[in-house]
């Protein structure tokens, strides 16, 4: 140990030094967000809850591709598929794990259809361990829910994509 | 207040009487320290936060003043849950050992010239037998738990607080021979006169190592190896719950405390004010600025204390083995160093003591 570290040590310049840049925080502007009352904004491309989409006329637009799935690294998504009686081929099972579910929003961007989406729903919670499968029922209700302010948000994010 | 309790309880004998204005004394203090406590959780809480740039607690009550106080009531409402293999007596004795020494301890301080609960002939002595007390209560808890973690926060507790008992005994000793008394009203009378006849200035050292120990004594930090949560969870408390753990707490609180009002009684001139022994304020209409009271006491307690927050909210932890290194092969040396020049002060007669 050379005589300027004993200096400075017995000195307590570290110590002083630090103290001032706390002291120094302590009188800054301080940018807490009272988050209930005031919110930050969102930008459009944010991803929050997952929802299925309609077409105008009310029918599901999910056509039961699978690509989703596929493409989900969590593998959140688990679909089963059936002939309607109409011939076109529908989901019978849709569900999504939410807890599994990261959120990266490329279950949205594999989609052919547009049918599923990512809403810029962050504030919602489940009381039930069981409530985290969100079935397709849950799903197109949250899609029809926020139909307006998704589809809105999908088209100023549409410019850049 | 004394006078107005004899004339009202005059059909009483005088020892009686004195026996009551003591425990009057007691209660004041005690529960001035609960709420004192209570206050520092919410100073400690809101000046991190301003350290970090945020605003610190602010829902409950107005402007979060009421906080504190909620969260004791959940505290106070939380299970207390005793682990299976625990000793029992042992493991419910333990915070009340740590407790009852950082209470007791306030018996000696003197307040203002006049209130004291205890005017004894070895006060310092007194504090010195009480404060290395409550490493019984830190080390029993972590036996009584039955788990390792707090096994291994008490025993580094043990080390730490046996270690800086020494540098702090020693800090103690350089007063002592300053203020020639072991009574601390008669080290703070030493101290009369103006900020420079404190004695900061003759035992600048003493007085930085005093506290440095106080705070690794009141294991706080950046000295709470004790509890470091990222190696060992809570420390010796971890088994602890509810009322518990509240106890630990307060009685953490209470030697913060303790700390701070001996450091400014021994180095600071306790109650004497900041601006004695100026004559031109002496004369004018602000004398009363230059009136001893406890005001200034408390001042300069709520100064040490927000250092302690300060610390806490700056420095990241020691090392085990630098905080040992620290208390054995530097602060020790500094403070036997600084006895040995103060014993040339003293024969030489340069400072600000006197023989008489
Ligand atoms: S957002 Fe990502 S993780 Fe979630 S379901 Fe879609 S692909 Fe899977
Ligand atoms: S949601 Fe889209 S990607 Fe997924 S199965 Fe339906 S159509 Fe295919």
């Known amino acids: 140990m050379n005589i300027i570290q004993l200096i400075k040590k017995l000195t307590l310049i570290d110590f002083i030094k630090g103290f001032i840049v706390t002291l120094k925080a302590f009188f800054r502007r301080k940018v807490t967000v009272q988050y209930p009352e005031v919110k930050t904004p969102l930008s459009p491309r944010f991803r929050g809850k997952l929802a299925l989409m309609r077409y105008d006329n009310g029918e599901e637009r999910c ?47 594999a989609c052919p259809v547009d049918s599923i989406v990512e809403t810029d729903i962050f504030e919602y919670h489940m009381t039930e361990n069981e409530q985290r499968i969100q079935t397709k029922e849950m799903l197109l209700a949250t899609g029809d829910e926020y139909r307006e302010q998704t589809i809105e948000n999908k088209k100023k994010d549409s410019r850049y994509r | 207040m004394k006078d107005f309790l004899i004339s009202f309880l005059s059909f009483l004998d005088p020892q009686w009487i004195n026996l009551i204005w003591s425990l009057l004394q007691i209660a004041i203090v005690t529960i001035c320290l609960i709420l004192t406590v209570v206050f520092l ?45 625990a000793d029992r007596f042992f493991f419910l004795l333990s915070p009340l050992l740590l407790l009852i020494p950082a209470l007791a301890a306030w018996a000696v301080i003197p307040f203002s010239p006049e209130f004291i609960i205890a005017d004894i002939n070895a006060g310092l002595l007194y504090l010195l037998a009480l404060t290395s ?34 540098a702090m005994g020693f800090a103690l000793v350089g007063v002592l ?44 930090h950046p000295f709470d190896l004790a509890e470091g949560e990222a190696e060992i969870v809570a420390g010796f408390h971890v088994e602890y719950s509810g009322i518990g753990f509240a106890i630990f707490f307060l009685a953490e609180y209470i030697n913060m405390a303790l700390i701070s009002v001996l450091t400014s009684i021994m180095f600071l001139g306790g109650w004497e004010s900041f601006f004695a022994g100026i004559p031109f304020l002496e004369s004018s209409v602000f004398s009363f600025l230059t009136e001893p009271s406890i005001f200034w006491l408390l001042l300069k307690t709520l100064f040490f204390l927000f250092v302690f927050i300060w610390l806490r909210a700056s420095f990241p932890r020691y090392r085990y083995d630098q905080l040992m290194s620290l208390g054995w092969k530097v602060l020790i040396p500094i403070t036997i160093l600084w006895i040995g020049v103060e014993c040339i002060m003293y024969v030489m007669q340069i400072g600000p003591w006197s023989v008489t």
Request: charged share 20%; proline share 4%; glycine share 10%.
């Open chain 2, 177 to 220: 021979m300053a203020g020639g008394s072991l009574k601390l009203g008669e080290i703070v009378a030493a101290q009369t006169g103006g900020v420079l006849s404190w004695f900061w200035i003759p035992l600048f050292p003493l007085f930085i190592v005093y506290f440095i120990s106080g705070i690794a004594e009141t294991n706080r």
């Open chain 2, 41 to 85: 959780v919410y100073f400690e809480r809101k000046v991190i936060g301003y350290m970090h740039a945020r605003v610190g607690p602010n829902r409950v009550g107005p402007k979060g003043t009421l906080q504190s106080i909620a969260d004791t009531i959940k505290l106070l409402l939380k299970e207390v849950i005793i682990p299976d293999k």
């Open chain 2, 133 to 166: 007390f409550g490493v019984y209560g830190v080390i029993l808890a972590g036996w009584a738990s039955n788990s390792k973690y707090a096994f291994l926060g008490s025993m580094r507790a043990a080390a730490q607080m046996v270690a800086y008992e020494i």
């Open chain 1, 63 to 109: 056509i039961a591709c699978k690509l989703c799935s596929a493409v989900c690294p969590a593998q959140a998504i688990s679909i089963e598929s059936e002939e309607r009686a109409d011939g076109s081929r529908r989901t019978t099972k849709f569900e999504i794990d939410a807890f599994k579910c990261i959120y990266c929003g490329f279950c949205e961007e």
